[in-house]
């Protein structure tokens, strides 16, 4: 169905516009795959506050004439011609009548919610390539969506969006689903910029970035984004991500209890493939799921799915499509916020200190269930940089907003305030208590 939607958008001449905000590692890699170009698809512009880095983008794309401009009226004749331009102004692309989505993939919080809710209020759909958003802030990003009458969603090809369309794909076939989450190759908390720093440099990564997804800080927001888009919590702090040798074995891996209890995120550590998501259907029709095991998904009752692959550049084509084409989310919050990540110290941590930026030398993120991070008045650690700490915490302890002084108010304080305020500690989306909240630490 998408494929013949976009195919006849193509040959009517109607490609789907893409403005793209952000030209870091992911913005080049989708940029390079948008530029084949798709079909029923094109990037109509991009957006970076350091031009060179467009420029680049568009060149490893193949796609030489480019428009550069900050004029409006200049843009949006460039794109009617067929020409994608090149800004540092966001909002030129955000606000453009020439651009029918947007595509935020800067990793930013408050600039990225800015541009985002500038993108609901000129009534266009936004795929937000931006677990670091998406879990912070989220659920009220939809319900301003949902006002206007857009989508707001993640994209396939990242884990939760992986993990999503395959729990979609399941209950659309009659299939009980009570566990999703990602395939994760390994875990350690304490990596910092410095020990990243080689990785990095070897794969051209931001190091930072890097180091937020070895230290399960990425992974938390994650599953966090899965689970707040399944209605699933998770069974205790840090989830349980059992070391195996293949995804399959989470079946008699994960608590039984807790899958039951509502459906729980989760992830497997090491297994094979090592990347992609994994959804855990049960099956009690003893003659299911028998079916099931002759057809090689385990002895039951809990059988395991799995994607072998998450690629963001590819797969977030048919994010765009679903999303413009027939106003479908790939995966958004449901309504409230059932996870949240919390901030830890990743040392210990001294009064008077500054707190730095996600994936840094200061703290690693933790998802747990909102009524429990409510419940001690948890930082989240969307909103941890810049924090000085007004008391000293001890290395492995979630901070809590008594643990520090905020800076200036930032939008994300805000959107974060009306968040808390529409769906407050103890509210039905956010009540579920944890199983087990002791720190997991591996």
């Keep these: 169905m998408l494929d013949t939607a976009l195919r006849r958008r193509e040959a009517d001449g ?14 080049r890699a989708i940029a390079l795959q948008l530029g084949t170009p798709v079909p029923g698809i094109r990037l109509a512009g991009i957006a970076n506050r350091t031009p060179a880095n467009a420029e680049r983008a568009f060149r490893e794309a193949g796609i030489a004439n480019w428009k550069n401009t900050d004029q409006p009226g ?15 102004d966001a909002e030129l692309l955000v606000r453009s009548p020439e651009i029918d989505l947007i595509v935020e993939a800067t990793g930013s919080i408050d600039f990225a919610a800015g541009l985002v809710l ?6 266009k759909h936004a795929v937000i390539v931006n677990a670091e958003l998406d879990s912070l802030v989220g659920p009220i990003l939809k319900t301003k969506a949902d006002a206007a009458g857009v989508v707001i969603t993640n994209t ?53 970035k890097v180091t937020s997804f070895a230290d399960a800080t990425k992974l938390s927001m994650e599953t966090t984004v899965l689970a707040n888009a399944t209605g699933f919590h998770v069974g205790r702090r840090g989830m349980y991500g059992p070391p195996c040798k293949d995804v399959r074995e989470l079946a008699t891996l994960l608590p039984a209890e807790a899958m039951l209890d509502g459906g729980i995120v989760d992830y497997s550590l090491g297994a094979e493939p090592r990347t992609g998501g994994f959804a855990i259907v049960h099956e009690t029709n003893p003659l299911k799921s028998a079916q099931l095991t002759y057809y090689r998904m385990g002895d039951g009752p809990f059988h395991v799915f799995f994607t072998p692959f998450h690629l963001p550049h ?5 994010t765009i499509g679903r999303a413009a084409l027939f106003n479908d989310a790939t995966v958004t919050p449901l309504d409230g916020p059932r996870c949240e990540v919390l901030a830890v110290a990743k040392r210990d941590l001294r009064a008077g200190e500054k707190l730095d930026a996600i994936g840094g030398f200061c703290t690693y993120g933790l998802i747990d269930n909102s009524s429990a991070a409510r419940g001690i008045n948890a930082l989240p650690i969307g909103l941890a940089e810049g924090c000085t700490l007004a008391r000293d915490v001890a290395k492995d302890s979630a901070l809590t907003m008594a643990d520090v002084r905020m800076p200036a108010e930032r939008l994300s304080d805000k959107l974060w305030g009306e968040q808390q305020q529409r769906w407050p500690a103890g509210s039905q989306a956010s009540a579920r208590p944890a199983l087990e909240r002791d720190l997991v630490t591996r």
């Excluded at 200049?74 to 540092?88: F, K, M, Q, Y």
């Excluded at 500038?118 to 009534?123: L, N, S, V, W």
């Excluded at 590819?314 to 048919?318: E, K, M, P, T, V």
């Design 314 to 318: 590819l797969q977030i084509a048919s």
């Design 118 to 123: 500038d993108a609901i209020d000129h009534k």
């Design 156 to 208: 396939d090809g990242d884990e939760p969006g992986v993990a999503m369309t395959l729990v979609r794909y399941l209950r659309g076939i009659g299939m009980k689903v009570v566990a999703a989450g990602n395939i994760k190759g390994m875990v350690d908390h304490y990596r910092t910029p410095e020990t990243q720093r080689e990785f990095a440099a070897r794969y051209d990564q931001n190091v930072w």
């Design 14 to 27: 109607r490609p789907i516009r893409v403005g793209m905000i952000g030209a870091g590692a992911t913005g």
């Design 74 to 88: 200049v843009a949006a004749e460039s794109i009617r011609r067929g020409v994608p331009v090149l800004t540092d």
